[in-house]
């Protein structure tokens, strides 16, 4: 290749990186025809490929509502699985529009690491499973012990600080990936496993005998869980973040997958009617088609039936914080009109 | 050149820019916070209250250290194996043969994962290890030997040992200039091995055996106290090993093969020993062959210890990669590996090529 040629083509290249800086990430989406949304690399409940390879979990259906409500097709998205590192990279290089994989709102990340939060999908905490028959009934009686984590994640840090504050000697074994870690507890290199307490009842549920293994009641941390998008598009941080209140209000407002067409037609509620674009203009305000809502509650349900699907059917977890407000949980939707 | 300035200085920019717009913090002042992230495997203390630089220090530590030993065991095996490969025992060449190809062509990750999970599933709890001798326990958690412990006399025993080495070098020097002065042999090696042996093994009797052993216990969860060898560790060298040394295997082979048959078959003409052929004849003009192939494998070694990923050895790309989840400075950490893998092999070609100096014919 000549030095002209290649002059030539470099040049090409940093002027369409410069192009595709400026336009807005909704559109972007919409010309792409598609949303490629990064999930995490095999957590049952949460994002996790079936045996048809179809990604299921919650996770996953927050794609798929996005992908509802900017395109109208809940099946239009590309998962791209990232591994913890990655996470925060993907999103804010643009190599995935949106991110929504078990990943703890953190103040620095929110900060200083070129991402934005929209608002949380699940609340969790960190914890530890050991096996039934190590004879521990608390976290604080790990002294010595061997533990089996992800690297690049809070989890290091909490189980480092958790070990401070109470005296205690962890080893850690850090894995590249989850199932890596999982794998290596199972096998009996590590005496615990610590991760976010509602992934640890997902692989132990995925184990051969579940009831040979534990879950410690201490919860070291808040483990906040929500999607995040690149930093500085204030509109597209806006479409992500009012999908998964509009899923939450959907719930409130007991609009369901099953009743959600009749509901836009027929129903007398002001709150319904401006959620399903029957009245008002809340699509318009977010730059989508006043159906937005609608179509997002027709393809997935709303989140107390996203939630029964993937965590309480599959995985036995209970709503507990994570019920409404109304209900004495801690979800609460900040108010679509 | 000015094209390319220009390009660097775009991307540069554009970099810059674009690290401004979302809001990133650049530079490398992060290495100074505290890092709070756990280190399972170390070579130097280390606790979480440390910076975020010398967790990575000790990343490059343990990168350096599987490195040095996987470098010297592959050698080693690596001549053992190519050797056998042109061995006119039928066997040992087809065996050779077997290992060789076996190992070249499986992914080098695959070997690590087999060698990692058939160790784990293999040894038993700590509970019930495999106790090999007095202190010397194998189990699911690694390798414990007795910890050696200096006491009060240790000084004088390594003093006594020093002067016990340089005597012995001596004793090597004048054997070999005796040997050139009158022709009859003596053996300097073994002769200074002796030497060494008896005179420090005196030493420490009169100093009143100054080196002890804590020996590792088995105390709830684990071994306490002694030295470990963890399953992480011993698998990444492991692997590095079994692979590399098939590559080396290869460049003794064709180092060996490379010596005209016309060369070995005038030497055994003039009735030396075969052990003289080998080591005048043979093994100077193969290593001309050999070395300059297994500087490349040596760098391909140390960029393979980067594996360790996968299989929870805490490495300088591992503790980077966890850096970088923490902090987002992936630009910095990636820096940082390219600047330290470039040194190390640098260093590694620099006293490669130095030996290779040597060995080449010398035209005169």
Not at chain 1, 188 to 202: E, N, P, W, Y
Request: charged share 15%.
């Amino acid at each position: 290749m000549g030095n002209k040629e290649t002059l030539a083509i470099l040049a090409t290249a940093v002027a369409t990186m410069a192009a595709s800086a400026h336009a807005g990430k909704l559109e972007d989406v919409r010309a792409a025809g598609e949303l490629a949304c990064g999930v995490s690399e095999g957590v049952p409940g949460f994002s996790n490929p079936n045996s048809e390879g179809v990604w299921t979990g919650l996770d996953a259906d927050i794609c798929r509502a996005v992908a509802a409500a900017t395109l109208g097709d809940a099946n239009a998205v590309r998962f791209v699985p990232l591994a913890s590192k990655q996470k925060v990279l993907a999103v804010s290089s643009g190599q995935v529009d949106m991110t929504s994989r078990t990943t703890t709102w953190t103040m620095k990340r929110d900060s200083a690491e070129g991402v934005d939060f929209t608002s949380v999908v699940y609340y969790d905490g960190q914890g530890f499973m050991v096996r039934a028959d190590a004879g521990v009934t608390s976290a604080k009686e790990l002294d010595a012990a061997t533990v089996c984590l992800t690297t690049g994640t809070t989890t290091e840090l909490n189980m480092a600080d958790f070990a401070r504050a109470n005296g205690l000697t962890l080893e850690p074994v850090v894995f590249e990936g989850k199932r890596e870690a999982v794998e290596a507890y199972a096998s009996g290199r590590c005496d615990a496993l610590t991760t976010d307490a509602s992934q640890l009842a997902a692989f132990r549920a995925g184990f051969a005998s579940p009831s040979d293994h534990k879950i410690l009641p201490e919860i070291i941390s808040k483990e906040p869980l929500a999607p995040f998008v690149a930093h500085g598009d204030n509109q597209w941080k806006d479409v992500v973040t009012w999908v998964v209140y509009g899923l939450i209000t959907a719930e409130e407002l007991g609009v369901t997958q099953a009743n959600v067409a009749d509901m836009a037609a027929s129903s007398a509620n002001p709150d319904v009617q401006r959620l399903l674009g029957a009245s008002g203009d809340t699509g318009g305000l977010l730059g989508l088609s006043n159906t937005w809502m609608a179509d997002a509650i027709s393809a997935i349900g709303n989140y107390g039936e996203i939630y029964e699907r993937n965590l309480t059917a599959t995985l036995g977890l209970e709503r507990g914080v994570n019920a409404l407000w109304s209900d004495g949980g801690i979800l609460y939707a900040m108010p679509v009109r | 050149m000015v094209v390319v300035i220009a390009i660097l200085y775009v991307l540069f920019s554009n970099t810059q820019e674009n690290l401004a717009i979302r809001g990133i913090e650049s530079g490398f002042a992060f290495l100074g916070h505290e890092a709070g992230l756990p280190i399972g495997d170390s070579l130097i203390d280390y606790s979480p209250t440390r910076s975020y630089g010398y967790a990575f220090l000790v990343g490059i530590l343990n990168t350096l250290f599987v490195s040095v030993l996987a470098i010297v065991f592959s050698t080693l095996l690596g001549i053992v194996i190519g050797v056998a490969r042109v061995s006119r025992n039928w066997l040992l060449a087809r065996g050779a043969a077997i290992y060789v190809e076996t190992l070249r062509n499986l992914p080098l990750l695959l070997t690590l994962f087999f060698i990692y999970t058939v160790v784990l599933a293999a040894l038993p709890h700590p509970r019930d290890a495999i106790a090999l001798s007095d202190g010397v326990f194998l189990s699911k958690r690694g390798f414990y030997l007795p910890r050696p412990v200096a006491e009060d006399g240790i000084g004088l025993f390594l003093g006594a040992s020093a002067v016990a080495l340089v005597l012995a070098v001596m004793f090597w020097r004048w054997a070999k200039s005796y040997k050139v002065r009158t022709g009859r042999s003596v053996s300097g090696l073994r002769g200074a091995l002796a030497i060494f042996l008896a005179l420090s093994g005196l030493a420490f009797l009169a100093s009143g055996q100054p080196l002890t052993s804590e020996l590792p216990v088995y105390q709830g969860f684990n071994f306490k106290g002694g030295l470990s060898i963890k399953p992480e560790f011993a698998s990444l060298l492991i692997g590095l090993v079994l692979y590399t040394a098939a590559y080396v295997a290869e460049n003794v082979r064709s180092g060996i093969q490379s010596v005209h048959a016309g060369q070995i078959e005038a030497a055994n003409a003039l009735g030396v020993s075969s052990g003289v052929v080998t080591r005048m004849v043979l093994l100077p003009q193969a290593l001309r062959v050999t070395i300059p192939a297994t500087t490349n494998d040596y760098a391909s070694l140390v960029k393979n210890s980067s594996l360790a990923v996968a299989i929870g050895y805490p490495d300088m790309v591992s503790v980077g990669g966890t850096i970088i989840g923490q902090n987002g400075q992936a630009i910095e950490i990636i820096a940082m590996w390219m600047a330290v893998y470039l040194t190390i092999n640098l260093i590694i070609s620099l006293g490669m090529n130095m030996l290779n100096a040597r060995v080449q014919l010398v035209e005169r």
